[in-house]
Antibody, heavy 121, light 112 residues
Framework: QVTLKESGPGILQPSQTLSLTCTFS??????????VGWIRQPSGKGLEWLAN???????YYNPSLKNRLTISKDTSNNQAFLKITNVDTADTATYYC?????????????WGQGVMVTVSS | DVVLTQTPPTSSATIGQSVSISCRSS???????????LYWYLQRPSQSPQLLIY???KLGSGVPNRFSGSGSGTDFTLKISGVEAEDLGVYYC?????????FGGGTKLELK
């Protein structure tokens, strides 16, 4: 059974660094064709893709935030991470991690429940 | 970035009615490898999105066959043949052919 769960600070202040963790089970990020992506959704709004990391440690970022994003993984502990530097109120959103699988041609086939992050002074 | 435009933004349906949602891309989504990386997701109220369709028309695992996808190039359609109550929520098309991956603005399906 594949599960993913996001964790994060809940609330942080403008200019701080947001650190998110995705802890997953039921698959390995060392398996060929597997990846984890991060997607966010401001309250009542649409979805925005942020970054992907792959089994071979390839990384892809949304250019609109690229300079502020860092994605990484800890394969042995089944975790993926996302850092966003210099946050502001526009980064307030629910953040999701999702598995990317080659068998569905790199769609996000399993999603976590999401973690709400509020940026406020 | 590729812009995906979904219409209508809101659709009202009765149980059993068939509905179609359109997704139009600003660029062709046909990849050089011959695949078209167009996906459909459903986000039920207060839930995470779930994968319905990948590669334009292939059903995700456990997805009922009342859902179907079609299209090519820049124009795509999701059809629900006989809406059920559990189908209510927001539908998103997503493209993975061009970086960055982009989402459509969503179509909210509600009960009439």
């Amino acid at each position: 059974q594949v599960t993913l769960k996001e964790s994060g600070p809940g609330i942080l202040q403008p200019s701080q660094t947001l650190s998110l963790t995705c802890t997953f089970s039921g698959f390995s990020l060392s398996t060929y064709g597997m990846g984890v992506g991060w997607i966010r959704q401001p309250s009542g709004k649409g979805l925005e893709w942020l970054a992907n990391i792959w089994w071979d440690d390839d990384k892809y970022y949304n250019p609109s935030l690229k300079n502020r994003l860092t994605i990484s993984k800890d394969t042995s502990n089944n975790q993926a991470f996302l850092k966003i530097t210099n946050v502001d109120t526009a980064d307030t959103a629910t953040y999701y991690c999702a598995r990317i699988a080659s068998y569905v041609y790199y769609g996000f086939d399993y999603w976590g429940q999401g973690v709400m992050v509020t940026v406020s002074s | 970035d590729v812009v995906l435009t979904q219409t209508p933004p809101t659709s009202s349906a009765t149980i059993g009615q068939s509905v179609s949602i359109s997704c139009r891309s600003s660029q062709s989504l046909l990849d050089s490898d011959g695949n078209t990386y167009l996906y459909w997701y459903l986000q039920r109220p207060s839930q995470s999105p779930q994968l319905l369709i990948y590669l334009v028309s292939k059903l995700g695992s456990g997805v009922p066959n009342r859902f179907s996808g079609s299209g090519s190039g820049t124009d795509f359609t999701l059809k629900i043949s006989g809406v059920e109550a559990e189908d209510l929520g927001v539908y998103y098309c997503v493209q993975g052919t061009h970086d960055p991956r982009t989402f459509g603005g969503g179509t909210k399906l509600e009960l009439k």
